[in-house]
């Protein structure tokens, strides 16, 4: 398997695009052909226990590292205890149609560590073979942040340079990832919001100078080894929710995916899914009131919002307003075509804007991409109704893919929303949602009151390759 770059390139395989990051003329990394999943293959995946998955997934991708070697990195990422779910992914119901895909029962309670503790042993074992050494700058709105550094901490061959908007966080999620004294991870509170930290990450990777000098990569979804990580769970999903219908049904048995979306990366992978054969009827992207990716799926106009004009809202892991991985739907879009994707790229930093209402049609009779916006008090009410009407409690992210799921559950059809974190990691929206104090646990105030270590700095270029320079590992 080899991967391009959505501008045009060619890149390596796997392990070249696990450790790169961007691609060195500003595009992302997607596989030169998505590999097919036939019915009779679907269904010879079904007995197979998750990280046996997992192996059979990432493999297709993952082409250049031994298959004997890949089934010891994810029984490394998806066993020893690291998920507390028997099933790691379960699925429950939550009512009203909806079934609940469990994707936070990791380290961090997040489903970001469905793909990152797969991505800390694989970036150890490519850096290994290599001789090499990593130094990660990443940027988060929340939970990719304590997720990657929780599966990189004490790793001797990587460095985390983590960037988070100041003040934007939940204490929980502030508390997971500067609680962490490990020497090789940083820390970095920028003044401003999630945008504003992603540029900066963009603009260093982008100075191919810098970036191999400090041999700098990326853990956020822009890896591919994400992404690759992240299909597993939506054919798990399919499994799990199809194991009941008779044999004979299965092959044309298509499910829905609800998925409240931020950076794209989530769906994106579903997208991907689908396209390789999973029959996945809908994929039903949620946004917060920071609703660009929301509009551009409705009106085919992709705007992205100025920092100054992104919100800070109560599902804050959502801010976004520039989507990365949409880069690499919209590659899809215009027939795999780089020069197209490019241009479209060249035309957003032009006008701001990228005009794609002619596919609008296609979205979702071709890519079954549909949408919608949940707003606060969506959330409360979300909430509030799935706890009545099941027993579980929902995070707010969750309650967005939730609310908007409800408008397209069709008979016949599972919807399954995805979770995104668990609810304790936003005590006070649940709180203020379900109208009870939620009194954290013994380990989550020991958590909230330990020490932290965190660098605060502006919004400013030079200070961040001034202190890269200074802490970087060298090869």
């Known amino acids: 398997m080899q991967y391009i770059s959505t501008r045009g390139g060619t890149l390596g395989q796997f392990s070249d695009v696990l450790l790169e990051g961007l691609a060195p003329n500003g595009g992302l990394a997607v596989p030169e052909h998505l590999p097919r999943l036939s019915t009779s293959e679907l ?19 993952a082409t250049d590292i031994p298959r004997d070697d890949l089934a010891r990195l994810t029984a490394a990422a998806y066993g020893g205890g690291k998920f507390s779910a028997d099933k790691i992914a379960p699925l429950s119901d939550l009512g009203d149609g909806m ?37 990660v700058l990443g940027a988060t709105s ?12 004490g790793r001797e061959r ?34 401003g919001v999630f945008d504003d930290c992603q540029n900066l ?65 989530n769906i994106l992978s579903g ?31 992709y705007r992205p919002r100025s920092s100054a004009n992104t919100l800070a809202t109560s599902s804050p892991s959502m801010d976004v307003s520039r989507a990365s991985n949409l880069e690499r739907f919209v590659f899809d879009l215009l027939g795999r075509d ?29 890519f079954g991409l549909v949408s919608g916006t949940s707003t606060h008090d969506d959330r409360l009410a979300t909430i509030r109704e799935v706890s009545a009407a099941s027993g579980v409690t929902i995070d707010p992210h969750t309650a967005d893919g939730a609310k908007v799921a409800r408008a397209h559950v069709e008979d016949g059809i599972p919807m399954l929303v995805l979770e995104t974190a668990k609810p ?15 009194q954290p646990d013994a380990e989550t105030q020991s958590l909230l009151d330990a020490p932290q270590r965190v660098v605060e700095m502006p919004d400013d270029e030079h200070a961040l390759r001034v202190y890269i320079e200074e802490h970087a590992l060298q090869a």
């Open 201 to 265: 990450v963009k603009r260093l990777n982008t100075d191919l100078d810098f970036k191999r000098a400090h041999s700098l990569g990326a853990v956020n979804s822009i890896n591919f080894g994400r992404i690759s990580a992240q299909i597993v769970y939506y054919v798990w999903a399919w499994l799990r929710a199809t194991d009941s219908v008779d044999a004979a049904e299965r092959s044309t048995f298509e499910v829905s995916f609800a998925v409240p979306s931020g950076n794209f990366g």
């Open 271 to 301: 997208h991907y899914a689908r396209s390789m054969g999973v029959p996945i009827r809908r994929l039903v992207l949620a946004t917060n009131e920071n609703n660009v990716l929301d509009e551009f799926f409705r009106t085919g106009h």
């Open 338 to 366: 780089p020069e197209r994707t490019a241009a479209a790229w060249h035309e957003l930093e032009e006008r701001d804007e990228i005009d794609l209402s002619a596919h609008l049609e296609r979205f979702e009779s071709e």
């Open 158 to 191: 990587v460095a985390v340079f983590m960037l988070s908007p100041q003040g934007r966080m939940s204490a929980f999620q502030r508390a997971q990832m500067y609680s962490l004294q490990d020497e090789n991870v940083h820390n970095i509170a920028v003044e």
């Open 99 to 135: 079934t609940l895909v469990g994707l936070s029962e990791g380290p961090t309670l997040a489903f970001k560590d469905m793909a990152m503790q797969f991505l800390g042993e694989a970036l150890e074992y490519v850096l290994a073979k290599d001789d090499r050494v990593l130094n």
């Open 424 to 438: 304790q990691k936003f005590a006070d929206l649940i709180s203020e949602a379900l109208g009870t104090t939620v």
């Open 142 to 153: 929340g939970d990719t942040g304590s997720a990657a550094e929780h599966a990189l901490r």
């Open 43 to 61: 269904e010879r995946l079904r007995p197979l226990s998750y990280p046996e998955l997992a192996t059979e997934i990432i493999g297709l991708f």
